[in-house]
């Protein structure tokens, strides 16, 4: 995707609405982890690879879930922190994270194969089988306008869950 903060608007749903499954650190990180490859190909002027090459196959985000979650895993109590500055507060585990960071780049090539064609999303078989399902009702404007309300809506979600944990807090005062 080539506004890599849209695939925040899922991340940030998924990972406050089901917070019980996911580890929300993980998932967010996981949502654009890929799209360091793009950046990589276009700022260090790689010609002869595409914009959308290996880490943007379930195999090659494979190998990336496993780098995140073992990254994240010892910056848990750092990243505790943080959450509970922003009111966020969650238990996780090696396990979590794992299952969240598998989730979360499975999550960004579903989503780029509706859109890219070089993509080769079940390399190394080649191909991308899902390119053509959307573009008839145009795939960008679908894949955008989810990735633009799950961000709404997770946002939404945010501020209902701060505020109901800050009147729980008021009421036992």
Avoid at 120 to 149: A, E, W
């Amino acid at each position: 995707m080539p506004f890599t903060p849209f695939h925040l608007g899922p991340a940030l749903l998924f990972g406050l609405a089901l917070s019980a499954i996911f580890d929300f650190p993980t998932i967010l990180v996981a949502s654009v982890i890929p799209d360091l490859e793009p950046f990589c190909v276009v700022y260090f002027h790689v010609y002869n690879y595409p914009l959308h090459g290996f880490f943007h196959s379930y195999l090659g985000t494979s190998v990336l879930a496993v780098f995140v979650a073992i990254i994240i895993y010892p910056l848990r109590g750092w990243l505790d922190r943080v959450l509970t500055v922003f009111g966020i507060s969650q238990k996780s585990s090696f396990r979590k994270i794992m299952f969240t960071s598998f989730f979360g780049v499975y999550l960004h090539v579903f989503l780029d194969s509706f859109l890219y064609g070089e993509m080769n999303p079940f390399y190394p078989l080649l191909g991308n089988p899902f390119i053509h399902i959307l573009l008839p009702y145009g795939s960008y404007s679908i894949i955008y306008g989810f990735c633009s309300l799950t961000a709404v809506l997770g946002i939404i979600l945010y501020l209902y869950k701060t505020v109901k944990v800050r009147l729980k807090e008021k009421e036992k005062k």
